[in-house]
């Protein structure tokens, strides 16, 4: 399953499309990456805010994720109770983003994913 911000604010003049994007694969339920529509600065992390929860991914050219499977999961919690995600990161020119995702729906969806992909 994947979604668009709601709102995404910084000082760039172009930025190409933002997404999450959640998975499952065989042997790999609720993996979270997030693809921010620029090249990350090098060695910089990701702030993922839910709500009061905050956690860092790693990045990767245009992508942002989890190296630890336990992190995916308490992410996948923390996105089935909140309300809002704020993800926050730093491109290779220096410019920081703030983009806003809702999480209403996320539950319905990820039931869904669930359910079809056993």
């Excluded at 990456?33 to 790693?58: C, K, P, S, W």
């Amino acid at each position: 399953m994947w979604s668009h911000p709601e709102k995404e604010e910084g000082n760039y003049t172009k930025r190409g499309d933002i997404y999450v994007f959640v998975t499952h694969r065989k042997g790999s339920r609720g993996k979270i990456r997030f693809e921010t529509g620029y090249n990350f600065a090098q060695e910089t992390m990701v702030d993922v805010h839910i709500d009061d929860e905050v956690f860092e991914l790693v990045t990767d050219a245009s992508i942002a994720w989890s190296l630890e499977s336990t992190q995916d999961k308490a992410m996948v919690k923390a996105m089935r109770e909140g309300r809002s995600m704020i993800v926050q990161g730093t491109s290779s020119r220096g410019t920081r983003t703030k983009d806003t995702y809702s999480l209403f729906g996320f539950t319905a969806a990820y039931n869904a994913i669930s359910q079809a992909c056993r």
